[in-house]
């Protein structure tokens, strides 16, 4: 079965880059992580993750271990990848070599993935210098600073702010993003100027808007061009993972991958 995926219009007019922004479908995981889960944290099988990921490794025309991945932590570090990786699946049940939640490149033919399942995925790349990155930002990496990490460390490898395209996929909306005072609380002492993503519909408590605080985020950092993919993970659970559904309807859940590399 193909892999549906989603892609940035102004990332997909790039010929030197392919990306994808991946779901939970056509995949050939079982049960709980139907059908295209990409972790090997997850008690998943093994083979079914690996054969996943080197679908997408496929479709995206990349050599089946050209694939980069973290153990992404919700921190603000930023790793510079200049190789391949070791096979990822020997890490299964141990620790990861690489712990961070962002990465940069200017190699061509490594293909750098973000796993998430509500988290925001960002892929980034300023195509005249050669130069692309990949983000896991939950709301604490956000307020600690990993977008503004991401473009300084492609700014390092000689990105231009001005030029760099930035692609928000598939994450939680804050419609259904429901968090209450202590998380504002947390919020705020981390970000004061996130108060504007905090909204409380009529009857309930504060809800978060993720996505648009991100996208505040690359704003504040002179990244203009600015894309938005996809739907929101915990409303559409037929189409995405999202870890804050299965917590609710006490299931299992897996995780999607977002992938960016240059040819």
């Not at 570090?77 to 990822?88: C, D, F, I, L, S």
């Amino acid at each position: 079965m193909t892999q549906p995926f989603e892609q940035s219009a102004a990332l997909a007019a790039i010929s030197a880059i392919r990306h994808g922004f991946y779901g939970r479908r056509g995949g050939v995981s079982q049960g709980d992580f139907a059908s295209n889960n990409m972790s090997y944290v997850q008690t998943d099988s093994v083979e079914a993750t690996t054969a996943n990921r080197r679908q997408v490794t496929a479709a995206m025309q990349f050599e089946s271990d050209a694939l980069c991945v973290l153990k992404q932590v919700h921190s603000a570090t930023v790793r510079v990848v200049t190789g391949r990786q070791e096979n990822p699946a020997s890490h299964v049940g141990g620790s990861h070599p690489f712990e961070a939640d962002a990465m940069v490149t200017n190699v061509p033919g490594l293909l750098l993935g973000i796993l998430t399942a509500d988290c925001t995925p960002i892929l980034f790349a300023d195509p005249e210098a050669g130069v692309i990155g990949a983000t896991h930002a939950g709301w604490r990496g956000a307020a600690h600073g990993i977008c503004e990490a991401t473009v300084d460390a492609m700014v390092r490898l000689g990105a231009d702010p001005a030029r760099i395209i930035a692609a928000i996929g598939p994450t939680i909306s804050g419609a259904n993003y429901q968090v209450g005072p202590q998380f504002v609380a947390d919020e705020l002492k981390l970000y004061p100027n996130a108060r504007n993503r905090v909204f409380v519909p009529e009857g309930d408590v504060e809800h978060f808007d993720l996505p648009g605080f991100v996208e505040d985020c690359l704003r504040d950092t002179g990244v203009l061009g600015i894309d938005r993919v996809g739907g929101c993970t915990y409303a559409h659970p037929d189409r995405y993972f999202s870890h804050r559904y299965a917590t609710h309807h006490g299931t299992r859940t897996g995780r999607q991958i977002a992938v960016i590399g240059l040819t």
